[in-house]
């Protein structure tokens, strides 16, 4: 059974730091891309950054300059390092597993994911 699990969501003040991680296990991790996304209240899911397997990254607009993304092959890990947090970061974020993006051909984010964690809120406060 493959399943993320993301951890390092909280609280914090706008203009703050998190750093997430989701540990994904029974899963030829290192091959596959790897995907944040968030979902707020009342409001769609939305992609937030994407990692393929050779390490190239793609971002939101609205998060470009401030996150960033990473993986840690060896730990089976995706990170996401939030930095200068706005009360608009605020939401349930989450991370997908497992995208045949060359295959798909369309944007990473409205790909077919196929694993997905429980998910980890954040909550910026101004």
């Known amino acids: 059974q493959v399943q993320p699990v993301e951890s390092g969501g909280g609280s914090v003040q706008t203009g703050g730091s998190l750093r997430l991680s989701c540990a994904v296990s029974?899963?030829?991790?290192?091959?596959?891309?790897m995907a944040w996304f968030r979902q707020a209240p009342g409001k769609e899911r939305e992609g937030v950054a994407v990692?393929?397997?050779?390490?190239?990254?793609d971002y939101a607009a609205s998060v470009k300059g401030r996150f960033t993304i990473s993986r840690d092959n060896a730990k089976n890990t995706l990170l996401l390092q939030m930095d200068s947090l706005k009360p608009e970061d605020t939401a349930m974020y989450y991370c997908?597993?497992?995208?045949?993006?060359?295959?798909?051909?369309?944007?990473?984010?409205?790909?077919?994911?196929?694993?997905w964690g429980q998910g980890t809120q954040v909550t910026v406060s101004s």
């Open positions: 997908a597993a497992d995208a045949d993006l060359a295959l798909w051909g369309g944007t990473w984010y409205d790909a077919p994911w196929r694993y």
């Open positions: 029974g899963y030829t991790y290192s091959r596959s891309s």
């Open positions: 990692i393929d397997s050779a390490g190239s990254t």
